[in-house]
């Protein structure tokens, strides 16, 4: 597919946000194209980037597990994998991708535009898989593991930090609220997607009239719980 100035400058402005310039451009505008553009463009040649997507979540699975196992001497395999799980998950990979503004670069099809892509999680977690693989692919291992621990690092040291995998959110972000702030916490449904048997609930919790974090779950609870995480992330320094 040939890529336009428009276009150029556009994926310019994302090489400077990730802090990494690809020697094939063509690759990290794959990785950027979503099924539904490639299906509407399928007689101009365009691919999708889920072949990308594959190998990304390959990748981040390798670099956060060397990470963890490096850096957690004492820890058992069960452990470390429940240590990964609390790092590599939806809301996680589509929380490094809206720190990166991954939404405004992809390409989508004219039905996924209007439903809301650019800020549906799972998007952005398969185009964040799909940008982690194409670095890979153009810059080696060195340079995906850079590029993911630059911005997986808020999640990392977070689940470095537990003695244990915590999974109630709600509760913590409540507890560390109440040593601040005597304001009350909403959880807010901002949206639902999906068929009934495979339905998405799209969550925000909302503390002085002001969002402090966004989730996303296959049901209301797993929603807020996310939706807890990432405010728990957002405010860390504001617990210090």
Do not use: W
């Amino acid at each position: 597919m040939n890529i336009s100035p428009e276009r150029r400058k556009k994926l310019d402005k994302l090489q400077s946000i990730i802090n990494y310039k690809f020697k094939d451009l063509e690759l990290l505008n794959t990785s950027l194209t979503h099924s539904s553009y490639a299906n509407e463009n399928k007689q101009a040649g365009v691919v999708s980037n889920e072949r990308l997507e594959f190998l990304g979540d390959v990748v981040i699975d390798l670099v956060v597990s060397e990470y963890l196992y490096k850096r957690l001497t004492e820890l058992p395999e069960g452990e470390l994998s429940k240590r990964r799980a609390s790092v590599v998950c939806e809301s996680s990979l589509a929380f490094a991708a809206h720190k990166i503004k991954l939404g405004e670069f992809l390409l989508l099809g004219k039905g996924e535009e209007a439903t809301g892509g650019r800020e549906r999680e799972s998007t952005l977690a398969d185009a964040f898989e799909a940008l982690t693989g194409a670095i890979y692919i153009d810059g080696k291992y060195e340079s995906a593991r850079d590029f993911l621990l630059d911005n997986f690092e808020q999640e990392v040291i977070y689940a470095l930090s537990k003695g244990s995998l915590f999974k109630d959110y709600k509760t913590e972000l409540q507890e560390k609220l109440q040593r601040k702030t005597k304001s009350k916490i909403e959880y807010v449904v901002v949206k639902e997607d999906g068929p009934d048997h495979r339905k998405k609930f799209y969550m925000n919790v909302i503390v002085e009239n002001k969002v402090i974090g966004k989730g996303m779950g296959r049901n209301k609870k797993e929603a807020e719980q996310n939706a807890a995480k990432q405010a728990l992330m957002n405010l860390g320094e504001y617990f210090e």
